[in-house]
């Protein structure tokens, strides 16, 4: 039976504010007008998450410079750790959480003991970032860990390094430490309290056929937790598929301004379609109502109306034995319905009934 929940909405800021303090204010309050649960933006420091030969990915070549290195977009894209604050403190007043991407331990770390959030988000590129996720385990904080680009087995062994994480404070001897970490049934019921998955293309912007909304189902089937979606397609259909198919989480990415420069814009929605998305997922959530299937309010003052009922095919005299000639299936708002029409067959009338009339059990012997 499907319960009603509440998707959780992230409005993905990203690196959308391209460096500018304002820019991340604005998007603040963007996400917070459209009705999103959380703003999420990007921590790191450049450094510790791109060494000088990284390559820029295609998409990015494409929506910045293709001349400047990848580590010099990311310098130019971090948030100080006072912006962070500002940006808690206008997620504050606007009545929006706060939440970030760790992409480096030193992040992870200020994100959880300094800023005190109670969720982390962890990228596709840190579904086997071991150490990472060691320490995102030991953080005590929930985990949103998105799973793009990888296998199952990927995502398995991930789930045995939070286990492990999660169940020993000890420094793992190698890998198979993870995959015996799985064996324990408390580990898992650790990992059902903090973890969820989210399903991700990783690609900016997706394909539509590329996005394999199913795999959802298979993480869910496999490992017993909670599956979410980060959407990087364009449009909004596949994250209103996702929450159809019982997606958790949604996360999307936005901008002011799909035209400005910068590496995620091109790829994301801008604060119309982000208030268009909310609203939808909600709609969607209030549709897919609680699995029983049984009327609702509406439906029953309407069944009277549209249903059929038992009338008399002719005039019957008082004492008539009825046959399936004498009865016929009308709207008409009887209290026989037509389903019991062969249950009369055989019935004497103890009461004449009108050509049209619908019967009724009273007058019936």
């Given at each position: 039976?499907?319960?009603?929940?509440?998707?959780?909405i992230?409005a993905?800021?990203?690196?959308?504010?391209?460096g500018?303090?304002?820019?991340?204010?604005?998007?603040v309050?963007?996400?917070?007008?459209?009705?999103?649960?959380?703003?999420k933006?990007q921590?790191f420091?450049?450094e510790?998450?791109?060494?000088?030969?990284?390559r820029?990915a295609?998409?990015?070549?494409?929506?910045t410079d293709a001349?400047?290195?990848?580590?010099?977009?990311?310098?130019?894209?971090?948030?100080s750790?006072?912006?962070?604050?500002?940006?808690?403190k206008?997620?504050?007043?606007r009545q929006i959480?706060?939440?970030?991407?760790?992409f480096?331990?030193?992040?992870?770390t200020?994100?959880?003991?300094?800023?005190?959030l109670d969720t982390?988000?962890?990228?596709?590129?840190?579904?086997?970032?071991?150490?990472?996720?060691?320490?995102a385990?030991?953080?005590?904080?929930?985990l949103?860990?998105?799973?793009?680009?990888?296998?199952?087995?990927?995502?398995?062994?991930?789930?045995?390094?939070l286990?492990?994480g999660?169940m020993?404070?000890?420094?793992?001897?190698a890998?198979?430490?993870f995959?015996?970490a799985?064996?324990k049934?408390?580990?898992?019921?650790?990992?059902?309290?903090?973890?969820?998955?989210?399903?991700?293309?990783?690609?900016?912007?997706a394909?539509?056929?590329?996005?394999?909304?199913?795999?959802?189902?298979t993480?869910g089937?496999?490992?017993g937790?909670p599956?979410?979606?980060?959407d990087?397609?364009?449009?909004?259909?596949?994250s209103?598929?996702?929450?159809a198919?019982g997606a958790?989480?949604?996360?999307k990415?936005?901008?002011?301004?799909?035209?400005?420069?910068?590496p995620d814009?091109?790829?994301s929605?801008?604060?119309?379609?982000?208030?268009?998305l909310v609203?939808?997922?909600?709609?969607?959530?209030?549709?897919?109502g609680?699995?029983?299937?049984?009327?609702?309010?509406?439906e029953?003052?309407?069944?009277?109306?549209?249903?059929?009922?038992?009338?008399?095919a002719?005039?019957?005299?008082?004492?008539?034995?009825?046959?399936?000639d004498?009865?016929?299936?009308?709207?008409?708002?009887?209290?026989?319905?037509?389903?019991?029409?062969?249950?009369?067959?055989?019935q004497?009338?103890?009461?004449?009934?009108?050509?049209?009339?619908?019967?009724?059990f009273?007058?019936?012997?």
């Amino acid at each position: 039976m499907t319960s009603l929940t509440k998707t959780i909405i992230i409005a993905e800021a990203g690196v959308n504010h391209n460096g500018d303090l304002d820019i991340a204010l604005q998007l603040v309050d963007c996400a917070a007008a459209a009705g999103a649960d959380y703003v999420k933006f990007q921590t790191f420091k450049a450094e510790k998450l791109a060494s000088s030969t990284a390559r820029k990915a295609e998409y990015q070549k494409v929506t910045t410079d293709a001349t400047e290195s990848q580590l010099d977009m990311l310098r130019r894209l971090e948030l100080s750790a006072d912006a962070h604050r500002v940006l808690i403190k206008r997620c504050a007043e606007r009545q929006i959480a706060f939440l970030s991407t760790a992409f480096d331990i030193d992040s992870l770390t200020f994100l959880g003991n300094v800023l005190k959030l109670d969720t982390l988000k962890l990228g596709s590129g840190e579904l086997t970032n071991g150490p990472i996720l060691l320490a995102a385990a030991r953080s005590g904080m929930k985990l949103m860990l998105s799973t793009g680009m990888g296998t199952l087995a990927e995502v398995e062994e991930a789930l045995g390094v939070l286990a492990f994480g999660m169940m020993t404070d000890g420094t793992p001897k190698a890998r198979q430490d993870f995959a015996a970490a799985l064996l324990k049934p408390a580990a898992w019921d650790a990992l059902r309290a903090r973890v969820t998955l989210l399903h991700c293309t990783t690609e900016y912007p997706a394909a539509v056929a590329d996005t394999n909304l199913r795999a959802m189902d298979t993480m869910g089937a496999a490992f017993g937790l909670p599956v979410g979606y980060s959407d990087h397609t364009e449009g909004n259909a596949m994250s209103i598929a996702a929450v159809a198919r019982g997606a958790v989480v949604i996360e999307k990415h936005f901008t002011l301004d799909r035209g400005m420069v910068g590496p995620d814009h091109a790829a994301s929605v801008e604060p119309a379609d982000l208030a268009a998305l909310v609203r939808d997922i909600r709609a969607v959530e209030a549709g897919l109502g609680n699995g029983i299937k049984q009327p609702g309010g509406a439906e029953v003052r309407n069944r009277l109306i549209a249903r059929k009922c038992v009338v008399a095919a002719r005039d019957l005299p008082v004492g008539h034995t009825l046959s399936e000639d004498d009865l016929a299936s009308k709207r008409a708002g009887g209290p026989i319905s037509a389903m019991a029409i062969w249950d009369l067959v055989g019935q004497k009338t103890t009461e004449a009934f009108a050509f049209d009339q619908p019967l009724h059990f009273g007058g019936l012997s």
